[in-house]
């Protein structure tokens, strides 16, 4: 046996033999390192200075939009940019005079950009001018060599046809800032960097990796100065890099058309607020505008810190979609829903009358009737064509809010509606349970009358009051609302076709309940005691409800005040929900105009614009005959007018 | 009290902790020049993560060397082993894909890379059973089943990450272990001649096209210069163009043009190459050579035969992290992702090495005890 120490010394042979590879080895490298930089370092240092091989992204043009009438939303132009890389910069006073002149820039302009960027890697290209005109572009290009370090950059640019309208639907691309570059290189597990554009909105949004494309790249080998050389396909040490093309983004079709488009952003023209249309037996969405807007053009151009800053400090917030991302009382429009509960719950029938003299005690509290010498004799048709509150509240005292919020639910309020744009919000529908849980407190009988009318905790956004109104016209059919039809390739093939996604198709117990809502609807447009009957239209046979989302609750003294007369801030929302046509109903449309006091001056005109312009350009047959039929109820109501006028007195 | 203080002192083997702290120094300026002029946010400040982990592998060197003596190292071999064996399990049940490979293990607020810690594991482990299982025999075939057990299951483990590098290297680390335990040089003839044959049929019959394809970019990279031929390329224009002297401090254009990927971490020598020419690498290389030598030198005036093979374990991980690493750079390799040690950054490898030193130190040190 060895001991310790000699079995160490037994093998120190081995130990020097590694020694021995040690060196060989590095000997190796240290001859490899010699070949490299002195025997072919001289061609080599010559080709890293003279000959840079630059690997440039090739932007790809991101997919198109259309209509469902087939005309072009969105589209793509290029757009050039004029850049400075200070690293190439000769003579900079004579170049820098130059290209002032050039660009027709401020003199010391240029100068404040390179030392307001002096602190980045000289390498870094500077943007000196976005968005340069052809002009200037010919003289850069022309005067290349005359101007070290100055070049022209490409790039494919976002154009909005339409600019402002449906502003918040279609969304914006933008550049990707440095704060949200770690967030979207793990949602989309790419290497995103500065200055790569991204759809931050709407369906640019919504959609960005099929609308995006791949962008491509490809080699160029630029000299010293930066300046294009040539492309790369001769060089041996080069030989066998191939540039690869970029692929253009899948083109998308919405169900939105654009002339009722047109329509809505008209009707809310000098008003805030929005309009959206739906196709009942689909959910189709056909229009959806919302005021103030924006131009989503300026964000792909490159936002100016002008046009930036009167978005941000506008009041109104024109980059809210009011439609989806904002909810509110829905008031009156909340009705129709009250009324449904009432009658299926077996409250009321088509013959209950409640008498109505203008206000109704409950507890210690007196709630009023919006018409303060009352309606007298009232029916549920009645009720919901002249909006008497004092109906609702007595039927609703004898139900609990639970029961409400059932049937409220069963009509798609108080959850999204799951349209796949961003940022939806849920609405509200109070339950007691909810109040326990969010305040700690136990549900006031008194709370169930003003959710009955639409107030308090109620809350729906427009695109909800749209869907559930459908639900109305339809017979109790939920469909998803969705606004994209098709996304195919730029060669035509289809990707992907959505089509109607039916949630819920629930029926009602009593088969009454629908028919006599429904009439209360119509004649709320229809009657000449109709809430809606000043604004009603020509040839659209609407059936609706006129609503007033209170802002702040009205004090006593304040009840009937007039809305015109207070601050433009506590002001009512007027809201306004229909469906059209009555007879054969075919969309659902919610209007709701901010601080507009009244459902019927102020949405009603904006629903029937859209619905008209949706009868007149797909139901033209209808359209005209309902003409005829709109002179019938006219004359019809005038005489029994006349007949009634005398006994009335 | 100062005579005894620099009696103390006198323990400690300069040359090979001055060599060490060099090439620390030497990587942290090459790194700082790397990567000042990064647009990825952060990048720029990695040189001082790379200090901090330095301090943290300094502590670690010298708790490990002032607390331990080298009986204990040789006790807890085989825990060691079991410990980073076990993690290697957990990242492949639970690890982070990075980078395409699943190498990262997420502990708490820990994040690390235990193919790391298995090297010196590996060779912990191989020293004890070399040291214990008849220490004085010439290794045949036969004694080669157990051992090869040790190293094969984790580098076989490593490569299924995919992490072929780093495997290659376990081997590397096992097979110049078993040299040094006197592999019979029948053996040695043998096990190359059986590796050529088997590598040559598996060319021909058992990779697919797409893997011999790999292998062609690295034999001729002009010929497939978009992919890993253009790092290979880039790579050398970078050496190349230092010549002699080198650009200068920070004036590595290739790097600052970002045409070399991963210049922070495995492409740290080809700036370096750039930045200071040949006589730079030239200096670079003794740095190393001085650290290799020395090790080598301890592992043959040590007491105990455990403690030999765990020197030579520990020098052949650093060795071959370093002759891979740059010949890779300079093209005589195919690229694989092995970092360059202490110059690399990195924070497992760094405690790695911190742990390494420690233990050479402490080794070191109790061979002076008995003069």
Redesign the interface.
């Given at each position: 046996?060895?001991g310790?120490?000699e079995?160490?010394?037994?093998?120190?042979t081995?130990?020097?033999?590694?020694?021995n590879i040690?060196?060989a080895?590095?000997g190796?490298?240290?001859a490899?390192?010699?070949y490299?930089?002195?025997y072919?370092?001289?061609?080599?240092?010559q080709?890293?200075?003279q000959n840079?091989?630059?690997k440039e992204v090739v932007w790809a043009p991101r997919g198109m939009i259309h209509s469902r009438d087939d005309q072009l939303l969105v589209d793509n132009i290029p757009r050039y940019d004029a850049i400075l890389t200070p690293q190439y910069l000769l003579e900079k006073e004579v170049t820098l005079e130059k290209l002032h002149k050039i660009l027709m820039l401020e003199p010391g302009s240029i100068e404040k950009l390179l030392k307001k960027n002096q602190n980045q890697?000289t390498?870094?290209p500077i943007t000196i001018k976005k968005n340069i005109g052809f002009e200037e572009l010919a003289q850069i290009e022309s005067l290349n060599a005359e101007l070290p370090g100055v070049s022209v950059q490409t790039f494919i640019s976002r154009e909005y046809k339409d600019k402002e309208v449906g502003a918040h639907l279609l969304g914006y691309i933008s550049e990707i800032s440095?704060q949200q570059?770690p967030k979207f290189r793990k949602r989309d597990a790419m290497d995103y960097?500065?200055g790569d554009f991204i759809g931050q909105f709407g369906i640019e949004e919504q959609l960005d990796k099929f609308l995006r494309g791949a962008n491509g790249h490809e080699?160029v080998e630029v000299d010293s100065r930066g300046r294009r050389k040539r492309y790369i396909n001769t060089d041996?040490?080069?030989?066998?890099?191939?540039d690869e093309k970029p692929n253009q983004g899948m083109n998308v079709k919405l169900t939105i058309d654009r002339d009722m488009q047109m329509a809505g952003y008209a009707a809310l023209e000098g008003k805030v607020g929005s309009i959206i249309a739906i196709d009942i037996e689909s959910g189709e969405v056909l229009a959806m505008v919302s005021r103030p807007a924006f131009d989503p053009s300026q964000f792909s151009r490159g936002l100016t810190p002008e046009y930036w800053r009167s978005l941000i400090t506008n009041t109104e917030n024109p980059l809210r979609d009011r439609n989806i991302q904002e909810h509110y009382s829905p008031g009156s429009t909340f009705k129709a829903i009250t009324g449904i509960s009432a009658f299926e719950e077996g409250v009321i029938d088509e013959n209950t009358e409640v008498f109505c003299n203008g206000n109704l005690r409950f507890g210690r509290k007196v709630y009023h009737c919006w018409k303060q010498a009352g309606h007298g004799a009232t029916s549920i048709t009645k009720a919901i064509r002249e909006s008497c509150n004092v109906f609702f509240q007595r039927a609703a005292m004898k139900m609990s809010i639970d029961t409400i919020a059932k049937y409220a639910n069963m009509f798609g309020l108080g959850k999204r509606t799951g349209i796949s744009l961003p940022r939806e919000v849920s609405g509200l529908i109070p339950t007691e349970a909810w109040k326990q849980k969010r305040y700690g407190q136990v549900w006031q009988p008194g709370e169930t009358l003003s959710c009955a009318i639409g107030q308090s905790y109620v809350l729906a956004s427009t695109i909800q009051m749209a869907q559930a109104y459908g639900a109305i016209a339809n017979g109790g059919k939920i469909y998803r609302p969705y606004v994209v039809k098709d996304i195919y390739t730029p060669k035509g093939e289809f990707i992907k076709t959505f089509t109607p996604e039916l949630l819920s198709d629930f029926k009602l117990k009593n088969e009454k309940t629908l028919k006599y809502v429904r009439e209360g609807l119509f004649q709320v447009v229809n009657n000449p005691k109709g809430t809606a009957f000043a604004r009603r239209g020509k040839g659209i046979m609407m059936a609706g409800k006129t609503g007033t989302s209170q802002v702040v609750r009205a004090t006593a003294d304040k009840v009937y005040q007039k809305c015109e007369q207070m601050d433009y801030d506590y002001r009512h929302h007027g809201v306004f929900v229909g469906f059209a046509p009555y007879d054969k109903p075919r969309i659902a449309a919610a209007a709701l105009v901010e601080h507009g006091c009244h459902g019927s001056s102020a949405a009603t005109p904006v629903v029937e614009a859209v619905v008209t312009a949706y009868m007149q350009k797909y139901h033209p047959e209808s359209y005209l005959e309902n003409l005829e039929k709109d002179k019938d109820i006219h004359a019809q109501w005038v005489k029994t007018l006349k007949a009634a006028a005398p006994a009335e007195e | 009290m100062y005579q005894t203080l620099l009696q103390y002192l006198k323990r400690y083997d300069f040359s090979f902790l001055g060599s060490f702290f060099a090439i620390f120094l030497v990587g942290v300026l090459n790194l700082y020049s790397a990567t000042h002029s990064q647009s990825h946010e952060g990048l720029d400040m990695l040189y001082r993560s790379q200090i901090i982990w330095w301090l943290l592998a300094s502590v670690v060197a010298v708790v490990v060397s002032v607390v331990f003596n080298p009986k204990t190292f040789e006790r807890v071999s085989y825990f060691a082993y079991g410990v980073t064996f076990f993690l290697l399990i957990l990242v492949m049940v639970m690890g982070d894909v990075g980078m395409g490979a699943q190498r990262w293990l997420q502990l708490g607020p820990i994040r690390m890379q235990p193919s790391e810690f298995m090297k010196l594991g590996l060779a912990m482990a191989l020293a004890r059973y070399f040291a214990r299982v008849q220490p004085e025999k010439e290794l045949t075939f036969r004694d080669l089943l157990i051992p090869g057990i040790i190293a094969g299951v984790p580098a076989i483990m490593v490569i299924l990450q995919p992490d072929l590098g780093t495997g290659m290297l376990l081997l590397l680390i096992f097979a110049m272990m078993i040299f040094y335990k006197r592999l019979k040089w029948r053996t040695i003839i043998t096990l190359v001649v059986g590796a050529l044959v088997a590598g040559v049929l598996m060319y021909n019959f058992g990779l697919r096209e797409y893997q011999r394809k790999r292998i062609h970019t690295f034999i001729d990279p002009y010929a497939d210069a978009k992919g890993s031929g253009y790092n290979a390329i880039q790579s050398e224009i970078a050496i190349g163009s230092g010549r002699l002297f080198g650009k200068g401090f920070k004036n590595s254009s290739q790097a600052s043009l970002q045409y070399l990927p991963e210049n922070h971490t495995d492409f740290v020598f080809a700036i370096f190459n750039e930045e200071h020419g040949f006589f730079g690498s030239v200096f670079l290389v003794v740095l190393y050579l001085i650290m290799f030598m020395r090790l080598i030198w301890l592992a043959s005036s040590v007491q105990r035969f455990y403690d030999s093979v765990l020197v030579v374990g520990i020098m052949s991980i650093f060795f071959w992290h370093t002759f891979v690493n740059m010949s890779m750079v300079s093209g005589l390799m195919p690229i694989v992702g092995i970092p360059l040690p202490m110059m690399s950054y990195g924070g497992s490898a760094m405690l790695t090495y911190g742990v390494c030193i420690g233990m050479v130190t402490a080794i070191s040190n109790s061979r002076n005890f008995f003069n």
């Open positions: 046996m060895f310790e120490e079995l160490v010394k037994v093998h120190k081995r130990a020097g033999m590694i020694g040690v060196f080895a590095f190796l490298l240290l490899r390192l010699w490299l930089q002195v072919k370092g001289e061609q080599l240092h080709f890293s200075i840079r091989l630059r890697a390498y870094r440095q570059l960097r500065l080699f041996n040490l080069f030989k066998g890099i191939e | -």
